[in-house]
């Protein structure tokens, strides 16, 4: 069966380290990858696509990699600062369907 | 000027009850998404509908049901409600069209609690 698999323990970092968050997955063939941000009580926002064919994808402090053969994205920050904190989730989906289905998400903290 | 908005916010509510959830998105997009987030905080796709197509996750049962008006709304509908239903339900839209990017827009969620 399809899995999308995120570290269910949170990550907390001290401010100013680079956070990495793994989202691993198995049984797809993504045609692309995203991640979002959630924050307590509010509705999931996009952060950063990343296709099948890229390897890699930056935006700002966020940067993202994907790998199909280890079947595996990394989203890093960067500069963390506690306002970082929040769970995020990745999503694939599927040439066929284009729907996303989401990870559990993994919640990280950033202390000051 | 709020891009996907949903109503109520919060909704408490017996068993056996019949529910609707209401949403709404302001962005010209051709598809819309009904998700639910259990208290585990999965996030799983229930419904996903554009002008063409509805496509329902199979494991969502028939007393759910979405209803569009038109493009821009995508409404839920619980007939019976159950325990297992109290959840967060998340309304999104997204542009399947040429410039695709596939970014959803989530609404705020409507927490939806059975008693």
């Known amino acids: 069966s399809q899995k999308i698999e995120q570290n269910s323990e949170a990550l907390n970092i001290q401010e100013g380290k680079t956070a990495t968050l793994t989202c691993n997955y198995t049984n797809y063939s993504p045609a692309y990858l995203q991640w979002y941000r959630q924050d307590p009580g509010r509705g999931p926002v996009f952060l950063l696509l990343?296709?099948?064919?890229?390897k890699e994808k930056r935006k700002e402090r966020l940067k993202v990699t994907f790998d199909t053969t280890l079947k595996q994205s990394l989203f890093h920050i960067t500069a963390s600062q506690p306002a970082d904190s929040a769970t995020y989730l990745c999503a694939l989906a599927s040439g066929g369907s284009y729907i996303p289905t989401f990870g559990r998400g993994t919640s990280l903290i950033v202390h000051p | 000027d709020t891009a996907v908005s949903q109503t109520p916010k919060y909704l408490v509510t017996q068993m056996g009850n019949d529910k609707s959830i209401k949403c709404e998105q302001n962005l010209g997009h051709d598809t819309m998404y009904w998700y639910k987030q259990d208290s585990k905080k999965f996030l799983k796709i229930m419904f996903s509908?554009?002008?063409?197509?509805?496509?329902i996750n199979e494991t969502v049962p028939n007393r759910f049901s979405p209803k569009s008006p038109d493009k821009a709304h995508l409404n839920l509908h619980i007939n019976s409600l159950e325990l297992g239903d109290s959840a967060v339900y998340f309304c999104?839209?997204?542009?399947?069209?040429?410039?695709?990017?596939?970014?959803?827009?989530f609404g705020e969620g409507s927490r939806l609690t059975v008693l």
């Open positions: 509908y554009n002008n063409k197509e509805l496509i």
């Open positions: 990343i296709r099948e064919n890229e």
């Open positions: 999104a839209s997204s542009d399947l069209g040429d410039k695709n990017t596939g970014e959803l827009f």
